[in-house]
C-alpha cells in the first residue's frame, strides 16, 4: 500500500580534487602576491593551503601544518603572531625593493605602517571567499630613504591598490555619498571572509592538564610491573589456593586496565561554527547548498515503546532546523502493528499545526511531550506578543492528540478474532506480525498535506518489511538495512541519521552540527559517520545505576575521537551513506619520495624490495576498480567518460539497462560497453537485483535517478524490502548493518573503520538527543545483559578484533578499544571470584597476602595512591563529576557479577551449542510517585549472585571480627586487610542492596531463600571440608582423662 507524495529533488556538492584547491576550504589557493608561483603554506610538505587559511591557523589555531604537524614559518607581510620570535628583523626593505637607479619596481605586497616612536602596525587583513585583502595605514613618519619623496611612495601605494582592485582582492573605497556603500561592501566582504573559515577546530586538551595524567599511567604501569613481581615471587604457601587464584585475577584486571586506559591517551575537544556553515551554504538569492538528510526512526512493539514516545519523536525530526526539502523521515514499524500505522497518521495530521508553530517561535525542545513539560519560565527570550495565547492553544491541541493516540492504544489491548481492519474496511496487511507483505506509506511531503500557514513539511514514511516463515530477518539490523534501501530508492539523501523510537531531537541545530563535518571539503569524505553522546531523561539524581553513562561518553569516546573515531553506539549518528555501502574512503594524495639518479635502477629495485612492484600492481587493480565504476556511471548515464563518449553523459541519461539480459550474451557491444555490463552484473550480485538501487549506491552526491516516476519507485521500494532480496547479496556482511550479533552497532562501526574511514565524536553545549533508559535494577541489568552478549558474540565470530583485519588500516589504539569492548564480559569470572575472595580469608582466618615488609608496602601503597591519582586527573580533563565516576565503579562490579557473568555462559551455549536461553522478567507493581519506576522490582535470576556475595561477605565480617575478639589483641592487625577487602565488596555492591530492599524495604520471598540457601550451603560446606587444615598423620591421640 503506497501513496503519492514524493520528494526527488536534492542539491549536489560540487567536488573538486585538483591539487590548486586549499584542502582546508576548497577555494582557490592562489600565487603569491607578485604573481609568481603558487602560494606554499609549509615549506616542509607543501600541503595545499590558501593564504586565508594560513593566516587564519597562525592567529586563532594551533600554528601548524594540517599534514606534517610542523609550525608555520611567518611569510613576508604576514602579521607576527604571539610567542614569535623576531630575530629575522622588520621585512620592509624585502618587501619593497628600493633600487637607487629607479629602475621598473617589482610588484609586492605595501608595508606595515610605522609610527614616529618606530612602533609597527600590522595591517588590518579580511578574508573573503577565495581571496585575501588587506588595508594597510600611511606612512605618517619620515621618508623611506633619503631620494625617495612622499610624492612617489604614495604613487607606489596607489599603484599596489590599483593593482589589488583588478584581482579582486580589495573593495574600492568611495568617498562623499559613496560611503554607505562603500561600508555595505565591506561588510559583505567581512561575511565572505568569515564563511571561507574552517566550520569546525579541534581543541586538544590542555598540556598542564593532559601531561600529568600520562605520566601517571605510566608511573602505575611501571608500578604495576614492580607488584606482580612482588606476588609472584612471595606466595602464600599456608593459602596457595587462594593466593593462586588472586594472583591470575590480578593479571587479568591489569591487562584489562591498559586495554581500556591506553585508548584514552589523545583525547580531544571539536568546536563547530554554525554562523559558517550558514554563510557558505545558505547565501541569500542563491540555491541552498546543504545536502540532504534521511532520518530513520526504529520500532518494534508499539505495546512495549509507548506511541507517545515514537510520536513525539516523529515530531521532533518534522521541525528540525534544517531545509525542509532536504529532510525525509522513516519509520520502520518491525511488529506490522496497525496501531503504529494509525499513530503515524494522527502525528502527520498535528504535525500540520507544530511544525510552523516550533519554528515560527524557536522552541527547544521540539518535542511537545518534554517541552510542555520543562519546569522552566518558557517567557524568557520570548518578544512576540502573540507566544502565549499560540503557546496555549498548542497546548490544548496536543492534550486532544494525546487523548486520540491514547484511545488507539486502549482500542490495540484486545485484538478482533478476525484481526486488525483500516478504515476504508480492507483486513490490515499485518495481522500476522511473521507473515506478511511489505507496506510502504507516504504522508507527507513534496505534493502531500502542507501545513497550516501553507508551507510544504518534511516526507514522512511508514515502512514495514515483509516477512515470511523460513527466513532470517536479523532483527534490528535487518530493519535499519531495508530502511537504507528504501531511502536510496525514494530519496537517497547522502547522509542518513538513526535514533531510537525513544530519543527525541533536542536540540533542533543538531543536524547541522554534523554537517560541520561531513560538509568540510577536507574531512567530511573521510568520515563515515558522526556520533553524538547519549543523554536520558527521567533518571533519578542520584542516578543510582550508571544509567547515564557518563563515564563511558565523556571520557572513554573523546579519547577514541582523537585517535580513529568513537564507536558507534546505535543511535544519535549521522552516517555517510557511501561508507555504508561498504565503500573505501578517498585516498589521500601523498607527495612523491625523493629520488636520485646517482644509483643504477637495479639497485633502487633491490633496495626497495617488491615494494614498488606491489604498489604498482595496487596501482593496476585500482584503475581496473575504477574504469568498470566509470563505465557502469558511463552505461547508467551518470557521468561523462570523455571526448567522443557524449552518449553517456549525465545529461542523456535513459532508461535503465535490463540485468536479466546480460547472461544471456554480450554480442554486439563494445569493450567499454562489455565491461559496464560485467561491472554491472557484479553490482548485482553486491547490492542485490534492483538496477534503480544500483543506480542511486553510484550518485555520491544523492538525488534519485532522472526520468523516474513516483508510481516505478513506490514498486521499486516495495521489492528492495521483500525477504529475500539479500539472498546471495553482501547485506549484513559487507554492506549495511552487519550481521551476527545482538549488538549490531559495535560491528558496524569496527568494519567501517577496518577499511580506513574515521568518525567524529560530536557533543555541542545543548545535548542533541535524548531518550529514556531503564531506572529499575532489574531492567537495568537486562540491558546490559543484552549488550554483553553481543560482546562475546562477536568475539566468538571471524570479525573478533583480536584476530580481523590485521592487515587493514585500524590504528593500534583503537583495535584496543574494540577488544575491550568485547573481551570484557569474561572479566566476570575473575571478579566473582576476587569477590569470593574476602568472604573465605575472613571464615578461614587465611589471607591472600604473606606478612609484608617495609618494600612490598612501598608498592602496595604506590599501586593504591597511583589508581586514586589517574582517577583525579583523569576528572581534572574531562570534567565529569566524582559522583558519576563512583557510580560508575559501583556498576561495574554489580553488573560484572550477574549480567556479564551470565552473558558469558548463554553466548558459550548460544555459539557453541546453538542453545538459544531467555531469561524471563515478571514485574510488580508501582508507586505513581515521581521515580516510582527506581523503586519497581522485578524478579530474575540475574539477582541471585550478586545477593549470595553480599550475604556471604557480611557473616564473613561478622565471622571474623567475632574471632578477633575472642582471640585478643594481636590477632586484629592481620584481619584489618582481610576487612579492607570484604568492605570493599559491600560498598560496591551497595546499590544493588538498595535496589533490592525497595522504598519499603521489602524484598521479595524468593530472593531471600534462594540467598540464604546458598549462602547457608556454601558456610557448611567450607567448614565440612576445609582444605587448609593440616591433615593429621598416625594415630589418633585422645587424653586419657589421668591426671599425671
Not at 596501482?619 to 551518470?638: H, P, Q
Not at 523503586?935 to 545477593?947: D, Q
Amino acid at each position: 500500500m503506497a501513496a503519492a507524495a514524493l520528494f526527488t529533488g536534492s542539491h549536489g556538492h560540487p567536488e573538486t580534487t585538483t591539487n590548486t584547491l586549499c584542502r582546508v576550504c576548497g577555494d582557490e589557493i592562489g600565487r603569491k602576491e607578485n604573481g609568481g608561483d603558487v602560494f606554499v603554506a609549509c615549506h616542509e610538505c607543501s600541503f595545499p593551503v590558501c593564504r586565508p587559511c594560513y593566516l587564519y591557523e597562525r592567529s586563532e589555531g594551533n600554528q601548524c601544518c594540517p599534514q606534517c604537524n610542523v609550525r608555520y614559518k611567518r611569510h613576508k607581510g604576514c602579521p607576527r603572531v604571539a610567542g614569535e620570535e623576531s630575530d629575522d628583523g622588520d621585512d620592509f626593505e624585502d618587501e619593497f625593493q628600493i633600487k637607487i637607479n629607479h629602475q621598473e619596481t617589482q610588484e609586492h605586497n605595501p608595508p606595515w605602517s610605522q609610527e614616529e616612536n618606530g612602533d609597527s602596525h600590522p595591517p588590518k587583513q579580511y578574508n573573503t571567499n577565495g581571496f585575501a585583502f588587506s588595508y594597510a595605514g600611511s606612512v605618517a613618519g619620515k621618508d623611506l630613504e633619503g631620494d625617495r619623496g612622499d610624492d612617489e611612495w604614495k604613487d607606489r601605494v596607489e599603484k599596489w591598490k590599483t593593482r589589488q582592485e583588478k584581482r579582486g582582492l580589495v573593495t574600492k573605497t568611495h568617498s562623499g555619498g559613496g560611503n554607505d556603500h562603500g561600508e555595505e561592501e565591506e561588510d559583505d566582504d567581512y561575511l565572505m571572509a568569515e564563511a571561507r573559515q574552517p566550520l569546525w577546530r579541534k581543541i586538544p586538551i590542555s598540556s598542564s592538564l593532559i601531561n600529568p595524567y600520562r605520566i601517571v599511567i605510566v608511573l602505575r604501569l611501571v608500578i604495576l610491573v614492580f607488584f606482580f613481581r612482588f606476588r609472584i615471587m612471595t606466595p602464600a604457601y599456608d593459602a596457595y589456593p587462594l593466593w593462586l587464584i588472586s594472583v591470575v585475577c590480578e593479571i587479568w584486571f591489569a591487562l584489562s586496565w591498559i586495554l581500556d586506559q591506553f585508548p584514552k591517551w589523545f583525547p580531544i575537544n571539536r568546536e563547530t561554527y554554525l554562523d559558517r556553515l550558514s554563510l557558505r551554504f545558505e547565501r541569500e538569492g542563491e540555491p541552498n547548498g546543504l545536502l540532504p538528510v534521511d532520518f530513520f526512526v526504529s520500532s518494534v512493539d508499539p505495546l512495549k515503546e509507548p506511541p507517545i514516545i515514537t510520536a513525539n519523536t516523529v515530531l521532533s525530526i518534522l521541525s528540525v532546523d534544517y531545509p525542509v526539502e532536504k529532510v525525509s523521515c522513516y519509520v520502520s514499524d518491525d511488529g506490522a502493528s496497525m496501531l503504529l500505522f494509525d499513530t503515524l497518521s494522527e502525528t502527520a495530521e498535528f504535525a500540520r499545526r507544530w511544525v510552523p508553530f516550533a519554528n515560527k517561535y524557536s522552541i527547544e525542545p521540539r518535542a511537545p511531550e518534554f517541552y510542555f513539560s520543562e519546569k522552566i519560565d518558557y517567557l524568557k527570550d520570548k518578544v512576540q506578543p502573540t507566544f502565549v495565547k499560540d503557546r496555549r492553544a498548542m497546548k490544548r491541541e496536543y492534550e486532544e492528540f494525546k487523548v486520540r493516540i491514547n484511545a488507539l492504544v486502549a482500542k490495540a489491548m484486545k485484538k478482533p478474532e478476525e484481526g486488525w481492519v483500516m478504515q476504508d474496511g480492507t483486513p490490515w496487511p499485518g495481522n500476522d506480525s511473521r507473515d506478511h507483505p511489505g507496506m510502504i506509506q507516504v504522508y507527507l511531503g513534496s505534493g502531500g498535506a502542507l501545513d497550516v500557514e501553507g508551507k510544504e513539511l518534511p516526507k514522512l514514511v511508514y515502512v514495514s518489511r515483509e516477512k515470511r516463515p523460513g527466513y532470517n530477518h536479523h532483527k534490528k539490523a535487518g530493519a535499519m538495512n531495508a530502511l537504507i534501501r528504501v531511502s536510496a530508492v525514494l530519496t537517497n539523501a547522502p547522509f542518513m541519521l538513526n535514533l531510537d523510537c525513544d530519543h527525541y531531537v533536542n536540540n533542533s541545530k543538531a543536524v547541522r552540527e554534523a554537517m560541520c563535518f561531513l560538509m568540510d571539503p577536507q574531512l567530511g569524505k573521510k568520515l563515515c559517520y558522526v556520533q553524538f553522546p547519549q543523554r536520558f531523561d527521567g533518571i533519578d539524581r542520584h542516578d543510582r545505576y550508571a544509567n547515564r553513562n557518563v563515564v563511558f561518553f565523556d571520557i572513554n569516546m573523546r579519547g577514541l575521537d582523537g585517535i580513529q573515531g568513537p564507536v558507534y553506539v546505535g543511535t544519535g549518528c549521522v552516517f555517510n551513506r557511501q561508507a555504508l555501502y561498504g565503500y573505501d574512503p578517498p585516498v589521500s594524495q601523498k607527495r612523491q619520495k625523493m629520488t636520485c639518479d646517482c644509483w643504477p635502477s637495479w639497485c633502487c629495485c633491490c633496495c626497495c624490495g617488491g615494494s614498488r612492484k606491489k604498489s604498482k600492481d595496487k596501482s593496476k587493480s585500482n584503475s581496473k576498480m575504477m574504469k568498470k565504476k566509470k563505465g557502469l556511471k558511463a552505461l547508467l548515464g551518470l557521468g561523462k567518460l570523455g571526448a567522443g563518449k557524449n552518449k553517456y553523459s549525465k545529461n542523456s541519461m535513459g532508461p535503465v539497462y535490463d540485468l536479466e539480459g546480460i547472461e544471456e550474451g554480450l554480442e554486439g557491444y563494445d569493450e567499454l560497453e562489455k565491461s559496464s555490463l560485467m561491472s554491472q552484473k557484479n553490482f548485482e550480485k553486491r547490492f542485490g537485483q534492483s538496477p534503480v538501487f544500483i543506480t542511486t549506491t553510484l550518485m555520491e552526491t544523492g538525488g534519485i535517478p532522472q526520468g523516474t516516476n513516483t508510481n516505478s519507485l513506490i514498486k521499486e521500494a516495495i521489492h528492495v524490502i521483500s525477504c529475500g532480496y539479500e539472498e546471495k547479496t553482501e547485506w549484513g556482511k559487507e554492506i549495511g548493518w552487519i550481521y551476527g550479533s545482538v549488538t549490531e552497532d559495535i560491528l558496524t562501526g569496527f568494519k567501517m573503520h577496518c577499511r580506513g574511514w574515521k568518525s567524529v565524536y560530536c557533543m555541542p553545549k545543548r545535548p542533541a538527543f535524548k531518550g529514556s533508559a531503564p531506572i529499575n535494577l532489574s531492567d537495568r541489568l537486562h540491558q546490559v545483559l543484552r549488550w554483553a552478549l553481543g560482546s562475546v558474540e562477536i568475539f566468538m565470530s571471524r570479525h573478533c578484533p583480536l584476530w580481523y583485519a590485521w592487515a587493514g588500516k585500524l590504528k593500534t589504539l583503537e583495535r584496543l578499544a574494540y577488544i575491550n569492548t568485547i573481551v570484557y564480559p569474561f572479566t566476570s569470572i575473575p571478579l566473582l571470584a576476587y569477590c569470593t575472595l574476602p568472604a573465605v580469608c575472613l571464615l578461614t582466618g587465611k589471607f591472600i597476602i604473606p606478612t609484608l615488609n617495609n618494600l612490598a608496602s612501598m608498592w602496595f601503597l604506590a599501586l593504591f595512591i597511583s589508581i586514586i591519582v589517574t582517577g583525579v586527573l583523569e576528572l581534572r580533563w574531562s570534567h565529569v563529576s566524582i559522583q558519576d565516576w563512583w557510580r560508575n565503579e559501583q556498576f561495574w562490579v554489580i553488573g560484572g557479577v550477574s549480567a556479564h557473568l551470565f552473558a558469558v555462559f548463554q553466548g558459550l551455549l548460544k555459539v557453541l551449542g546453538g542453545v538459544d536461553t531467555n531469561f524471563t522478567v515478571t514485574s510488580k507493581a508501582a508507586d505513581d510517585a515521581e521515580f516510582g519506576e527506581l523503586y519497581l522490582f522485578k524478579w530474575t535470576t540475574l539477582l541471585i549472585i550478586p545477593t549470595t556475595l553480599i550475604i556471604v561477605n557480611m557473616v564473613g565480617v561478622v565471622a571474623g571480627v567475632s574471632g578477633a575478639i575472642n582471640n585478643g589483641y594481636g590477632s586484629w592487625g592481620p584481619l584489618f586487610g582481610k576487612l579492607f577487602f570484604a568492605f570493599w565488596v559491600i560498598v560496591h555492591l551497595y546499590p544493588f542492596l538498595k535496589g533490592l530492599m525497595g522504598r519499603q524495604n521489602r524484598t521479595p520471598t524468593i530472593v531471600v531463600l534462594w540467598s540464604v540457601l546458598l549462602a547457608s550451603i556454601f558456610s557448611l560446606v567450607w567448614v565440612r571440608i576445609d582444605p587448609f587444615l593440616p591433615k593429621q598423620s598416625g594415630p589418633i591421640l585422645k587424653q586419657c582423662g589421668v591426671e599425671c
